[in-house]
């Protein structure tokens, strides 16, 4: 799915994550995301003849940090991350609009509360490769849905994922799970006469049932797809306003009350 020019590859990692990977083929230097899972990624280094020189964290989570310690202890790699996180092995921290430099990939850092508070994402405006630019959004984001808000409140997370929604439509959104086909079956019962979705939902059965990933997705198609990018849209203002048996005006209501759904659904 992804363009030519980003090679990303993603590492499964217990039921449903992926951890990615890129690395600088000059060097055999590799970065990987969310690093959950050491012995996956090791695994993956050694298949490729590669060594790890980067570990980029989005936020806390075991499922995204719980194989760094692991890692760097064999690697010695560098480890950047949310200030002020929880997690303890973040050697550089990182805060809105710092940016990271790895293999030539100029990362800008997005703050984005919500699933959790030290929730970061990874920005890359003009890839090396000459790629479309692309997102590392963690657990923030996902294709066709958003995180579970555990630690911040709906007004913070709307925010997050309109700062999001506001990066170049051709822009690669590389999320950390495999949640597409649920999320989609949650955006049809919200959005059921949306041509747009039901064309997405037909592609990504097509993908799973091959066994492949169904990311990168794209921020034109979460636009055009994503439930919770489209509170402001008369279908969804409509449904979560009968959901909620209340005529709801607010985009950030409406976002709240589909957020509640789903978590029900």
Known sequence: MGSMGNSIHPIPAFADNYIWIFSDPGTNQACVVDPGDSSAVIKYLESHGLTLSTILVTHHHPDHTGGVKDLTNRFNSKVYGPKNSPFDGIGQELEENNTVSVFGYQFRILQVPGHTLDHIAY?????????????????????????????????????????????PAATEVYCTHEYTLANLKFAATAEPDNPQL?????????????????????????????????????????AASQHAGAELQDPVEVFATLRRWKDQF
Do not use: H
Request: proline share 9%.
């Open 198 to 238: 039901q064309e997405r939902i037909a592609a990504a059965r097509i993908t799973r049932q091959r066994d492949l990933p169904t990311l990168p997705s794209s921020i034109a198609l979460e636009l055009a797809t994503n439930p919770f990018l489209r509170c402001a849209e008369t279908p969804l203002l409509t």
């Open 123 to 167: 920005y890359c405006e003009s890839p090396p490769s000459g790629g479309r630019p692309l997102l590392f959004c963690g657990d923030t984001l996902f294709a066709a849905g958003c995180g579970r808000i555990f630690e911040g409140n709906p007004v913070m997370m709307f925010a997050s994922l309109q700062k999001l929604a506001g990066l």
